[in-house]
């Protein structure tokens, strides 16, 4: 199938970034290719979430509930495949599985590249989703295109997820995942030093919780780690840099409704992000593994932070990154103007999220150099 954009859009994207300073630290702006106004929102994300929140308008607030019905229901809103089938055919996806500390199947996904090589890099995905819904198949197309650009080996997950398996299983299977992959990545062509973990919303707490496990465990498997618009601040620790308000965001008049609408629909006192503690079955959200905002994070590897502007997690994530940047930890950041949550699920559909793919694999060749 053909892309929704052309390669122009594409291309004006890396053309027209710019660096600007937020928390006293460097970040990267991807601007709209087609749009110089601040604030909007990228008029085809605008038009799939202006859909979205005529929806939510008829929808019982009880639905933001951690019940087993409403559970369900989100997760046929989560689980949906929203890329295009752009990417090359040629890519051998191996479906293999390894086994779990409660000796449970975790599967796992290898994609290996037409052009094959010995020790090439490797990226272990770990999806988003709430930690309750989504799937490797929501992500396929974001990591196949960067193992066909790159020429990579590439892992991906489908952990055990809640509320049926209370944290930390879900965190257990993605670190013993990593330590798999570390031991068999040479059976696919990978090589275990060149391992860079990556995960989107709450697969990028995951991706920390490996990161952070791994270096606590001085096991050195992580080479570098991406997180993009991840979950770091479930605690809700309020300070200077992470507190929550909407005038943290910069909001075309046009678009205010639409965006407000989906800022407070996902990051309210009411919103989704309330229900982690009862979706994980946990009271201890406040711990480093489930809030890394509030731990010592000198020593992490190599990181990339990206974040939508009208991401409900921007905030938290724009302060992790500059708590990084603080501890010493090389750290690149990356804001996509006009973008909201979760762009890394619409592969061939927004300009941003192929961007995205191209940005993460240079960030994998930079560390493995």
């Known amino acids: 199938m053909e892309k929704k954009y052309s390669e122009e859009l594409l291309k004006k994207i890396s053309e027209k970034q710019f660096t600007r300073k937020i928390n ?53 809103m989560f689980n949906g495949i929203k890329s295009i089938p752009v990417t090359s055919e040629e890519i051998e996806i191996v479906s293999t599985s390894f086994k779990g500390l409660d000796d449970n199947d975790v599967p796992m996904k290898v994609y290996l590249p037409s052009i094959r090589s010995q020790n090439a890099p490797v990226l272990y995905y770990i999806h988003g989703g709430g930690f309750f819904g989504g799937h490797s198949g929501v992500v396929e197309q974001f990591v196949k295109m960067i193992v066909e650009k790159y020429n990579i080996v590439a892992f991906s997950i489908n952990y055990r997820l809640a509320p049926e398996n209370p944290y930390p299983k879900g965190h257990e299977d993605c670190y013993e995942g990593l330590k798999w992959i570390y031991e068999h990545a040479n059976e696919f062509g990978g090589d275990p030093e060149k391992i860079i973990v990556a995960g989107d919303s709450a697969g990028g707490n995951l991706t920390q919780y490996c990161s952070t496990r791994s270096l606590e465990e001085n096991k050195k498997m992580v080479k570098g780690q991406v997180l993009l618009y991840p979950t770091v601040n479930m605690a809700g620790i309020d300070d200077e840099y992470s507190h929550w308000s909407l005038d943290k965001y910069t909001i075309h008049p046009k678009h205010r409704r639409v965006i407000e609408m989906m800022l407070n629909m996902m990051g309210g006192e009411n919103g989704m992000s309330s229900m982690l503690s009862d979706i994980l079955k946990t009271r201890d959200i406040s711990n480093k593994y489930l809030t890394p905002y509030g731990m010592d994070v000198t020593g992490m590897p190599p990181t990339l932070v990206s974040v939508g502007e009208h991401d409900f997690l921007k905030v938290e994530c724009l302060a992790y990154a500059k708590k990084l940047v603080d501890a010493g930890v090389d750290t690149t950041t990356i804001v996509y103007r006009g973008m909201g949550h979760a762009y890394a699920d619409n592969i061939g559909v927004y300009p941003q999220s192929e961007d995205c793919a191209i940005e993460l694999g240079k960030f994998i060749m930079k560390v493995c150099e």
Request: charged share 30%; net charge positive.
């Open 24 to 76: 006293g630290i460097d970040v990267i702006m991807k601007p709209i290719p087609d749009c110089d106004e601040e604030g909007m929102m990228d008029t085809r994300l605008y038009n799939d979430n202006k859909k979205m929140a005529f929806m939510m308008r008829f929808l019982p607030k009880s639905m933001m509930n951690a019940s087993p019905k409403s559970i369900e229901k989100l997760r046929g």
